[in-house]
């Protein structure tokens, strides 16, 4: 990841722009400390949401709790 100042972010902020929709990436430094990145937005997969989706549903299917219901298990972790 490439770094780069404050100063130099904001002159050339839509070369950066630019740049970062292609898919590199940037740490904004002031005075040397890092202090924010610059990244691609992450693009969701509308067909892997669902698969992942089923898979859970497909999962809930087959395992359970043992009889104790969720409401208990909240309650066992809060005394501890």
Known sequence: ????GAFAAKTHLSDLLER???GE???ITRH???VAQLTPVD???PAAVKDAIAALKAFRKTHSLGGISLR???E???RY
């Open 43 to 45: 693009q969701r997969d």
């Open 20 to 22: 970062v929709e292609r």
């Open 72 to 74: 208990e298990l909240i």
């Open 76 to 78: 066992e972790g809060r």
């Open 32 to 34: 040397g400390k890092p």
């Open 1 to 4: 990841m490439e770094t780069i």
């Open 25 to 27: 990436r940037f740490t």
